[in-house]
């Protein structure tokens, strides 16, 4: 707009009546004043009349929220909350009859006698015919402490979505390496789940876990992915994990944890609990069970490869100490192992598998289970000052070796050298 248009209004400029004689034969009542009322009284009625016509009154509204100022840098759009309630609602809707109450009866034995206890977890239907998955820590709750020992379960329960009638289950097969089990309850025309792709979950996608917490069944926590793979180490066992800000709480465990879609994205499984914590929770990835599942269905335990040597860890004050490098510590080569005819001797530090870094018994774990059985391996191990290579042929796990694994939760003694030197003083002085 050219200066000459613009009216600047101050108390010293106001408008007065002009002493120019520029506005001749009138004045300015006749040549601006009029003139612009008119204008306004005309765009009122053209307005008016557009806003009788519901399409180009719609236009006119859209067209005038359109021109709402927002600030440049600002990406943030607005949304209806009344959608995300319906969201959330339709998912606890379509998820509830999937998601199951679990009661463990165990034993607890003590130096004041016997006595009965039990333990409460949640499930995930995932057959029309009674198959259900939960957590291994759910029905597995044999322990010992000084003071007392639990027993294994004398009995589990399970209780469907709105459904007052308790159904005994039958454990089909636990996994403590992955914490997950399968349970079957004999009843028919259940619901199963939905089970999504965890593979494409993004951070700050929005989810929901659904369980028992506490007891109180079937309650629905609303949250978002805070962290994807994120590993988490619990009872010796590292766990490639989904992390959530849903409340996760004592019997949520087993339970479902799902996206917008209603589909089952992970396992809930763990929470960080403690002063100044809050809203750190953990669920298995779904799309990392189905061969598991898959393989308890049908064998009652997980079939994995078997490379046959107990080991531990080389920490990095032991491989600093003894000028080696960090890696896995070969304390015992298993006669007629594929360790042993491969060539692997004790003594020998494993430092790498097919390539990748080992630092630890968990870390050469989790790259020799992404192979099969059958599957020839690389490992780089580090002998007499010096390192060399040897092809491993995986072998499948034997059944002694198995029952190892599944008092342990994994393959080797995990234990780490890293503060105490009395192994390594024996082998190395």
Same mark, same amino acid.
């Given at each position: ?37 008119? *204008? ?40 209806? /909350? ?30 004041? *006698? ?64 992955? %914490? ?29 876990? /659904? *369980? ?54 992970? /396992? ?15 669920? /298995? ?132 050298? %890293? %503060? ?10």
């Amino acid at each position: 707009m050219n200066d000459e248009n613009e009216f600047n209004f101050s108390n010293e400029n106001s408008f007065k009546k002009s002493k120019s004689t520029h506005y001749s034969n009138g004045g300015f009542g006749k040549s601006v004043f009029v003139p612009f009322v008119s *204008g306004i009284v005309g765009a009122t009625l053209v307005v008016g009349t557009c806003f009788g016509v519901p399409s180009i009154k719609d236009k006119l509204i859209k067209g005038t929220s359109s021109n709402i100022s927002v600030p440049s840098s600002s990406t943030a759009s607005f949304i209806n /909350i009344a959608e995300y309630s319906e969201t959330a609602s339709s998912v606890a809707e379509k998820v509830l009859p999937s998601v199951v109450g679990i009661k463990v009866n165990y034993q607890i034995s003590s130096i004041f *006698g016997s006595t009965t206890s039990s333990a409460t977890g949640s499930g995930i239907v995932i057959s029309e015919d009674g198959y259900i998955l939960t957590n291994n820590h759910v029905v597995s709750s044999e322990g010992t402490s000084s003071y007392y020992a639990i027993e294994q379960a004398t009995g589990i329960v399970v209780k469907f979505y709105n459904d007052d009638k308790e159904y005994d289950a039958t454990i089909i097969g636990t996994d403590p390496y992955t %914490d997950l089990a399968v349970l079957k309850v004999e009843k028919e025309g259940l619901t199963p789940a939905t089970l999504g792709n965890s593979n494409d979950l993004k951070v700050g996608e929005f989810v929901m876990a /659904i *369980g028992n917490p506490l007891g109180m069944d079937y309650s629905v926590t609303s949250g978002i992915v805070s962290a994807i793979d994120r590993e988490v180490e619990s009872d010796g066992t590292t766990y490639t994990a989904i992390q959530t800000d849903a409340a996760i709480n004592n019997g949520n465990s087993g339970g479902a944890l799902v996206n917008a879609n209603g589909e089952v994205i992970g /396992i809930n499984t763990l929470k960080l609990a403690g002063n100044g914590v809050e809203g750190i929770g953990f669920a /298995i990835p779904i799309s990392s069970t189905t061969n598991i599942v898959q393989q308890l269905i049908e064998f009652q335990t997980v079939k994995r490869p078997y490379i046959g040597i107990s080991g531990s860890s080389v920490g990095s004050q032991v491989a600093e100490r003894y000028n080696i490098p960090e890696g896995v510590y070969v304390e015992e080569v298993e006669k007629d192992s594929p360790a042993e005819k491969a060539g692997l001797k004790k003594s020998d530090i494993i430092t790498k598998i097919a390539g990748q870094e080992v630092k630890s018994v968990n870390e050469l774990n989790k790259v020799k289970y992404t192979y099969n059985i059958g599957d020839t391996v690389t490992l780089t191990v580090y002998r007499d000052g010096a390192e060399t290579e040897i092809d491993v042929k995986l072998a499948e796990t034997p059944e002694q070796e198995e029952e190892e694994q599944n008092n342990q939760s994994q393959n080797f003694n995990s234990q780490q050298y %890293d %503060d105490g030197y009395s192994l390594f003083d024996y082998f190395f002085r």
